[in-house]
């Protein structure tokens, strides 16, 4: 009896039908937060207060001709406040290097409700689209729409719609655009920790046009954010940067629970510093090594796809729930290579599984998003060593 469950047809169309019914959920969701006076607008008319205060703070501030200011926390955070009109307890940090100030600036020209929904529309069509392009069906719309980070980035008002863009940007275009790749790559250095593998990867598999033109834009982009935001700005980006470390990664202010990383586990777990600090090391070199390797063989290109994606998520040590909106990427390659080869039970099971973990997340202490990712990791594996007849 075969061990596939259902065909590529049934099962896209079931995928589609969850993925609609799971939007739907986020956006009654999202709705009833905002009429509850909890997202975007207060009981009492003002804005709330969320991370996305931190990028238009700093591009109001960079408008100004106050860029270096961003890095200040005391005069960031005046900046914040004057942002939504009120005081409020918590401090969100700007930690991007200055070449994201262009884009802070440019979003911090609306005002600061309209500018919120306007950031989340314009990259959540970025990554929507992006990860249709992927999956190559109109499936691939309510996959990216209903992947469960999608509503944690919004109701934090992030950037993981545009981290998930860039990413399976990068790797959609590489084989028939390598230069549109190469632009990608390089707009992702504005979050350079998801992009460790990347060189690794490219290196491996000659991929040496998208290496030149990512170059060749982060230099670019570099040179332009010394001349408009000076080098007071990239000075305060590189003394602020060991403090926020320190704070973040070695007193956890914001929670150990909260990094769905392999060092968040082991810090929530009691593990100390050091020893977090060590296996996350050692799981990164351990990755680079699969991933070069994996880059060189003969391996289907959504298999090479999907494992750097998702191993990108694994190597960092500072990811939050929100940044797995890019898990939706090596899911996006998985299911364009079930829908060529048929899907298999435990590959529906396993992404359904990947999913409701991220969608408990507010419900427990506990970094399940880094599960997730080690899920996702195990069935790309499996897709790489599986058998083929398995699915005949």
């Known amino acids: ?18 993925g609609l019914a799971l939007a739907l959920g986020y956006a009654v969701t999202l709705t009833g937060s905002w009429l509850g006076g909890d997202w975007l607008i207060d009981a009492h008319g003002l804005p709330v207060a969320n991370d996305f205060v931190n990028v238009w703070a700093a591009g109001d501030l960079a408008l100004h001709g106050h860029a270096p200011d961003a890095y200040n926390w005391t005069l960031h955070k005046a900046a914040e406040v004057r942002a939504v009109g009120h005081d409020f307890n918590n401090y969100y940090g700007w930690h991007y290097p200055p070449t994201f100030l262009f ?26 689209v992006v990860a249709s392009k992927i999956v190559g069906d109109r499936v691939g719309i309510f996959v990216a729409l209903g ?8 109701t934090a008002g992030q950037n993981g719609f545009l981290t998930a863009a860039l990413v399976g940007g990068t790797l959609s275009l590489m084989e028939r655009r390598p230069a549109l790749s190469g632009i990608c790559l390089g707009l992702l250095t504005y979050k350079p920790h998801f992009g460790l593998l990347f060189p690794i990867a490219l290196i491996a598999g000659a991929r040496w046009r998208v290496i030149a033109v990512g170059s060749i834009v982060t230099a670019a982009m570099v040179a332009l954010s010394f001349i408009v935001f000076g080098r007071a700005s990239w000075q305060g980006f590189v003394d602020w940067l060991p403090i926020t470390s320190s704070v973040v990664m070695g007193e956890g202010a914001a929670g ?42 003969g391996a289907e290109f959504e298999i090479k796809a999907a494992a750097l994606s998702c191993a990108a998520l694994l190597a960092t040590p500072y990811i939050y729930m929100y ?7 090596p899911v996006a390659f998985l299911l364009r290579l079930s829908l060529a080869r048929g899907f298999l039970t435990h590959e529906i099971a396993g992404i359904g ?31 790489l060593f599986a058998p083929q007849n398995a699915r005949a």
């Not at 992947?147 to 919004?154: E, K, S, Y």
Request: glycine share 6%.
């Open 1 to 18: 009896m075969s061990a596939q469950a259902l065909s590529s047809g049934s099962a896209a169309r079931l995928t589609a039908v969850i």
């Open 103 to 128: 884009a802070a600036a440019a979003i911090a020209l609306l005002p600061y409700t309209t500018a919120a929904l306007a950031w989340l529309a314009a990259t959540l069509c970025a990554y929507v």
């Open 147 to 154: 992947f469960p980070a999608v509503l944690w980035n919004a």
């Open 256 to 297: 150990w629970n909260r990094l769905q990383s392999l060092f968040g586990l082991l810090r929530s777990l009691g593990g100390g510093e050091n020893l977090a600090w060590s296996a996350q090391a050692a799981l990164a070199l351990a990755l680079a090594g699969v991933i070069a390797w994996l880059w060189r063989n």
């Open 323 to 329: 940044d797995l909106v890019v898990l939706a990427i």
């Open 353 to 383: 599984i990947a999913c409701l973990l991220i969608l408990i997340f507010p419900f427990v202490k506990a970094p399940v998003g880094f599960a997730a990712v080690l899920l996702v990791a195990a069935l790309i594996a499996h897709q």
